[in-house]
């Protein structure tokens, strides 16, 4: 099942045309599901609602991490025992797939977004039944602001981060919030969508100040020509040493 359907909240400029050509609709709050391809047993459940920002709907990048992650790490113990984040999560996709799919016992997941998204990450953990499960943690990280003490007080393991490169002035910000988080062995999973010229300037940045290796697995996948159509990008970052 696949949500590349879904329709596109951006705006655009105002068109000359415009009594001659209907304007794009804009997405309605509403509920929505996936199974990332098959990949979990039983589709996980979202509610989208751009009403406090484009956190709010899912995006093709989030899909592809999520996939990513599931084949990754799904019929394994490899999350089991990890302090695991998700930064910029939005309405929680990633994390969401993550917790329906793969085994997290001993596990923390804190998944992170501003203020503005936090009710929508509680109303989707809820959503699927999980607002009981005590190694799923909802916080607040604003970029702009220290990294709080939760979170800071042991090292990150594993960070997801998907389409958090999109607002230009915000790209200082999510730098210093990847190298304040970023250990020794922390290992961040990060995908992009190249919108502009300047999205590979921030790239150009973070490479200075981490290891980062592209992963060309995606290439296997058979929705990859979507994802090279949608510019989509992703990598994994260490520490430098």
């Keep these: 099942m696949s949500l590349f359907g879904l329709g596109d909240a951006d705006g655009g400029d105002v068109d000359p045309f415009g009594d001659l050509v209907e304007p794009a609709p804009i997405m309605k709050p509403h509920d929505t599901q996936t199974d990332f391809d098959g990949l979990l047993d039983a589709p996980i459940k979202l509610h ?13 990048a989030g899909e592809l991490l999520t996939k990513y992650i599931l084949r990754k790490y799904k019929n394994t113990d ?10 910029g999560a939005g309405g929680g996709l ?30 989707n953990v809820a959503l699927n039944g999980l607002q009981d ?33 999109y607002y230009e002035p915000a790209f200082p910000l999510l730098e ?7 250990s020794e062995n922390t290992v961040v999973y990060f995908c ?4 502009r010229r300047a999205d590979l300037n921030f790239i150009k940045s973070i490479k200075k100040r981490v290891n980062m290796q592209e992963v060309t697995e995606i290439k296997d996948d058979p929705n990859y020509a979507q994802y090279a159509r949608e510019n989509l990008f992703l990598y994994i970052m260490t520490k430098k040493i």
């Design 176 to 182: 210093k919030t990847l190298i304040d988080l970023v």
């Design 78 to 87: 490899g999350l089991q025992g990890k302090r695991i984040l998700e930064l």
């Design 94 to 123: 990633t994390s969401l797939g993550v917790a329906a799919g793969c085994d997290l016992k001993g596990s923390e997941l804190f998944i992170t977004d501003m203020e503005a998204m936090i009710e929508l990450l509680h109303i």
């Design 133 to 165: 499960r005590s190694e799923i943690k909802i916080e607040l990280l604003d970029w702009a602001d220290p990294v709080p003490e939760v979170i800071a007080q042991k090292p990150i393991d594993i960070i997801f981060a998907a389409d958090c490169v």
């Design 192 to 195: 992009f969508k190249r919108r």
């Design 48 to 60: 989208e609602d751009l009403a406090k920002g484009c956190g709010g709907q899912i995006w093709p």
